[in-house]
């Protein structure tokens, strides 16, 4: 099992639904991050968490630390939001400063 | 402009042939670290960098090595190159730690035939 899992693997929304896309870990964490995969490849990093909830424009990402799970909510989804969505831990109590990722979320929204 | 700077963006290259992919930053960030992105596996880490002259290494650091002579610089090494190393790396820095936003290169995509 990884210690990163995120569902669902692939979502097609019609523009304007709410989306979530859920990540779950199965270690202790210092910190979560979500990240946005363009097209053409490119890595934007758009929240980190260590707690409670963010927001930035239409985007929400939230986290449970006690049930380990955090959710990106995406309002009023539009077709540039497009994108593949990246869940990553920082594991507390290892040594260093490694990050583990999720297999990431497809996500296509059609106009 | 702030930014982490990846060359070469493409490379097709022959087994065993010694390459290097440079990264650089201009943040003046302390972290920063190497991972590879493969279908079904996602990104992996390969090394990182806490600061200058300390390295530690990732998930999958075989087949690699890395340097960090000074804080805007982290190359990362390929001595003998093999097919199973065929991917799209990217670089990422931040400002101390992996707890940190991570600012990504725009990646390398490195064929190895």
């Known amino acids: 099992k990884n210690e990163v899992e995120q569902s669902p693997q692939n979502l097609t929304a019609q523009e304007g639904e709410f989306i979530t896309i859920n990540c779950s870990y199965s270690?202790?964490?210092?910190?979560l991050h979500w990240l946005q995969q363009h097209p053409g490849g490119g890595i934007v990093s758009l929240f980190m968490?260590?707690?409670g909830k963010k927001k930035h424009g239409r985007l929400i990402a939230t986290i449970n630390i006690q049930e380990k799970h955090s959710s990106l909510h995406i309002t009023a989804s539009h077709p540039r939001d497009s994108a593949v969505y990246i869940c990553a831990v920082r594991s507390m109590g290892t040594s260093g400063s490694r990050l583990t990722f999720g297999e990431g979320t497809q996500l296509t929204v059609n106009p | 402009e702030a930014q982490v700077t990846q060359n070469p963006r493409y490379l097709i290259t022959v087994t065993g042939k010694k390459l290097t992919v440079t990264c650089s930053q201009n943040m003046n960030h302390e972290y920063m670290s190497w991972y590879r992105q493969d279908p079904g596996l996602g990104l992996r880490q390969i090394y990182y960098s806490m600061n200058v002259e300390v390295t530690d290494k990732g998930d999958v650091p075989e087949g690699y090595k890395v340097s960090r002579k000074e804080k805007r610089n982290f190359p990362l090494i390929l001595e003998s190159p093999s097919p199973n190393q065929t991917s799209l790396y990217f670089c990422?820095?931040?400002?101390?730690?992996?707890?940190?936003?991570?600012?990504f290169g725009d990646g390398t995509r490195l064929s190895i035939l």
């Open positions: 990422a820095s931040s400002s101390r730690t992996a707890d940190q936003p991570q600012h």
């Open positions: 968490l260590s707690s």
């Open positions: 270690v202790g964490i210092s910190a």
